[in-house]
């Protein structure tokens, strides 16, 4: 059924002008990635940006077709670009491919706008800056403030949540927010669901420690690196 979706960026290409290298922004799109390759005779590249947790939420009687599918389509790439050295061993290892054939440029940001304080916020804050989602761990961090409350050493401590939320996440959200009512910590506690980049920096730029204790070891996680730039600690497993 997509054949003629891919005619269609074929021809596009050769009404436009061929490139010299062309890069996917994800190596699920090897698919196409192999037919322009051999179609305009130019190099092909795959972004590795953490397919293997997508791949591996399928069905079982699907996940093993997947990987085997898509390990065919970008052996016949000219090879993959990962965000950390660690992701794109572990990738050519799921995917059967030769090391040498994945190269490895880490992940940036800019740094316009990030202004480290000086001094340490004055009410002692924990915080968390991703999608609002059980992989990323928020409630194992909620979890694990509610017991930092219930020990009595922190009566001022903060926990401050924000992130990217899809319809599909507003359950788990919710769940977060009742365990925090529950507890008596509405108000020590905030959940912020989709902030601007404005709103980001000035919600980094008050922590006091930064945490996002993912399930699953992540390609790169950008928001340690914005945390960072914040001049924020960073605690994670």
Known sequence: PLVKEVRKVLDWFKNQGSPDVLFLSTVMLAGIGKV???E???PVFGFLQGEDSFLDSLLPEYRKEAWKLLSVDVAQLDGCIAPSRYFGDFMSDRLGLER?????HPNGITLAGFQPDQEPPPIPTIGYLARLC???GLDILVDAFLLLKEGGKFPELRLEVAGGM???DEPF???QRRKLRQAGLSDFSSIKPNIDRKEKLNFLRNLSVFSVPARYPEAFGL???EALAAGVPVVLP
């Open 36 to 38: 322009l390759k051999r």
């Open 40 to 42: 305009l005779g130019i």
């Open 100 to 104: 040498e054939k994945v190269r490895h």
């Open 134 to 136: 059980p992989l990323k």
């Open 166 to 168: 899809t319809a599909e």
């Open 173 to 175: 959200v919710d769940e």
């Open 223 to 225: 928001y340690v690196v």
